[in-house]
């Protein structure tokens, strides 16, 4: 899922709603990650236009 070779030399700190930690935490868990690994792939998956939602699946499907 996450690539292990990327270069992390930024810290960011971010204040997020509990509930969405929590969901993120149990998704993570579920996958056998940390979750800010996660955080992290979801982040650059989204920054590099590799984050694709559901209506955009859909629509490409057609």
Same mark, same amino acid.
């Given at each position: 899922m996450v690539e292990a070779s990327r270069n992390k030399d930024v810290r960011? !700190? #971010?204040r #997020? !709603?509990?509930?969405?930690v929590s969901k993120i935490r149990d998704k993570a868990a579920h996958e056998g990650i940390p979750y800010q690994t996660l955080i992290a792939s979801? #982040?650059?998956?989204y920054a590099t236009d590799q984050f694709l939602d559901e209506k955009t699946?859909?629509?490409r499907r057609r």
């Open positions: 960011v !700190n #971010l #997020l !709603n509990p509930e969405d979801i #982040l650059h998956k699946v859909h629509r």
